[in-house]
C-alpha cells in the first residue's frame, strides 16, 4: 500500500519497532503517512544495533515499490531474513527461502539499494503530534470489516475515518 501513495519512504527500526514514514509536504499536494508495527508480531528473532546506545536506532530511505516486490516473494516462505548490508552501496537484502515442490528449500534474495538518513535529519522524522479521535471503531471480526467495506462503496465513495 505505500509503494502506491510515494514512490520513497523512510523504514525507522528501533530495538522493538519499525516504522514508516512518508514526509510529502502536504501544500503541495503530498501525503504524510506514520506507520507502526510492533517487531515482536512478525519477527521471532531481531536483532538491531542503532549509532549508540542512547540513539538505538536506525533510518533508511528506499524505494517502496521494492520492497514491496521482495515482501510479496515472502508470502508462502518457508522464513525470511532481512539485513542492512554493504553491496559496492548500501542494501537492505531480503533473503527468502522458499519451500518447492520436492520437499527441499530455495532461497531467493533481494538486494534493495537504500539511502541511510544522518542523524541530523532525524528531527524531522519524528512521530507527528496527532489530536485525540473523534471516532474510535472497534470490529470483532474481518467478516464485519468487510461488510463496512461493502456498503461504504455501495453507498458513498468518500468515507473518511
Same mark, same amino acid.
Given at each position: 500500500?505505500?509503494?502506491k501513495l510515494a514512490k520513497t519512504c523512510t523504514l525507522r527500526i528501533s530495538p522493538d519497532k519499525l516504522? =514508516?514514514?512518508?514526509?510529502?509536504?502536504?501544500? #503541495?499536494?503530498?501525503?504524510? *503517512?506514520?506507520?507502526?508495527?510492533?517487531?515482536? #508480531?512478525? =519477527?521471532?528473532?531481531?536483532? *538491531?544495533?542503532?549509532?549508540?546506545?542512547?540513539?538505538?536506532?536506525?533510518? %533508511?530511505?528506499?524505494?517502496?515499490?521494492?520492497?514491496?516486490?521482495?515482501?510479496?516473494?515472502?508470502? #508462502?516462505?518457508?522464513?525470511?531474513?532481512?539485513?542492512?548490508?554493504?553491496?559496492?552501496?548500501?542494501? %537492505?537484502?531480503? &533473503?527468502?527461502?522458499?519451500? &518447492?515442490? &520436492?520437499?527441499?528449500?530455495?532461497?531467493?534474495?533481494?538486494?534493495?539499494?537504500?539511502?541511510?538518513?544522518?542523524?541530523?535529519?532525524?528531527?524531522?522524522?519524528?512521530?507527528?503530534?496527532?489530536?485525540?479521535?473523534?471516532?474510535?471503531?472497534? =470490529?470483532?471480526?474481518?467478516?464485519q470489516e468487510r461488510y463496512l467495506d461493502m456498503h461504504e462503496s455501495q453507498e458513498e465513495r468518500n =468515507? *473518511?475515518?
Amino acid at each position: 500500500m505505500i509503494a502506491k501513495l510515494a514512490k520513497t519512504c523512510t523504514l525507522r527500526i528501533s530495538p522493538d519497532k519499525l516504522n =514508516f514514514i512518508l514526509c510529502d509536504k502536504l501544500a #503541495n499536494g503530498g501525503v504524510s *503517512m506514520w506507520c507502526e508495527l510492533e517487531q515482536e #508480531n512478525f =519477527f521471532n528473532e531481531f536483532q *538491531m544495533e542503532g549509532v549508540s546506545a542512547e540513539n538505538n536506532e536506525i533510518y %533508511l530511505e528506499l524505494t517502496s515499490e521494492n520492497l514491496s516486490r521482495a515482501l510479496k516473494t515472502a508470502q #508462502n516462505a518457508r522464513a525470511l531474513k532481512i539485513k542492512l548490508t554493504n553491496k559496492h552501496f548500501p542494501c %537492505l537484502t531480503v &533473503s527468502v527461502e522458499l519451500l &518447492s515442490m &520436492s520437499s527441499s528449500s530455495r532461497i531467493v534474495t533481494h538486494d534493495i539499494p537504500i539511502k541511510v538518513i544522518p542523524r541530523k535529519l532525524w528531527k524531522d522524522l519524528q512521530e507527528p503530534v496527532v489530536p485525540d479521535p473523534d471516532v474510535d471503531l472497534i =470490529f470483532s471480526s474481518a467478516s464485519q470489516e468487510r461488510y463496512l467495506d461493502m456498503h461504504e462503496s455501495q453507498e458513498e465513495r468518500n =468515507f *473518511m475515518v
